[in-house]
């Protein structure tokens, strides 16, 4: 079974700092992994994916992940955070369906 | 931009009662999921929908729970006697599927239920 961890309930930041959302993986074989984002009574927002090649992933609003396969890790990165990324982010890795981790609130304090 | 949309935005039912979620997907695409989320916990599948059939169902999708694409453009999904437990957040999600596990499903905004 394939599966995503996100050991962080909250991440608390000042805007303008650096923010990693971590997340972890368990696969069998080579892993899909996603990233999307949840604003307050909105849905589910696709930021980026990783599915083969560069280990490093763009994605929107400036987001950035990198794949570990050694680490099997899977970390959502912005080099500078902003008020507006306040939100509750979702790791998954994908088989026939998403498969989701519990999420990790994200707090950017001015 | 296409986007999934989703009605009603809140149910509020009886215990027992028949409930019909609505979902359009984006126009050009062929696959169309439902996932819920309860309160707290995290976003789980229920069933994929492909070429008017069911694709895949995970365990919690049971006799209560049906999906049907009544015509070109809707997907729904009904659950035929609600339980408390029931109550959730329903997304819809679309995707194109190039291939299996690669493709991006794009989510609506949800249909929050409420069962009392």
């Known amino acids: 079974a394939q599966s995503v961890a996100q050991p962080e309930d909250q991440v608390n930041v000042a805007e303008g700092n650096p923010l990693t959302v971590k997340c972890t993986y368990s696969?069998?074989?080579?892993?899909?992994l996603f990233w999307y984002v949840q604003y307050p009574n909105r849905g589910l927002q696709f930021l980026l994916k990783?599915?083969?090649?560069?280990?490093l992933v763009k994605g929107s609003y400036g987001f950035e992940a990198e794949f570990n396969k050694s680490q099997t890790s899977f970390h959502l990165k912005k080099p500078s955070a902003l008020v507006s990324d306040s939100a509750l982010y979702f790791c998954?890795?994908?088989?026939?369906?998403?498969?989701f981790g519990k999420g990790t609130s994200l707090l950017v304090t001015p | 931009e296409p986007e999934v949309t989703q009605t009603p935005s809140h149910q509020v039912t009886q215990m027992g009662q028949e409930v019909i979620l609505r979902c359009v997907p984006i126009?050009?695409?062929?696959?169309f999921y439902w996932y819920r989320q309860i309160l707290g916990q995290k976003v789980e599948f229920l069933v994929s929908?492909?070429?008017?059939?069911?694709?895949?169902k995970s365990e919690i999708f049971d006799d209560q729970f049906s999906v049907e694409r009544p015509d070109g453009s809707n997907f729904t999904l009904k659950i035929r006697s609600t339980k408390l437990e029931d109550s959730a957040m329903y997304f819809c999600?679309?995707?194109?599927?190039?291939?299996?596990?690669?493709?991006?499903?794009?989510f609506g905004p949800g249909t929050r239920l409420t069962v009392l």
């Open positions: 998954a890795i994908s088989g026939y369906a998403l498969n």
């Open positions: 696969v069998s074989g080579n892993p899909y």
């Open positions: 990783y599915i083969t090649g560069d280990n």
């Open positions: 126009s050009n695409h062929l696959y």
């Open positions: 929908f492909y070429n008017n059939e069911i694709s895949e």
């Open positions: 999600a679309s995707s194109y599927r190039l291939a299996e596990g690669t493709d991006t499903q794009y």
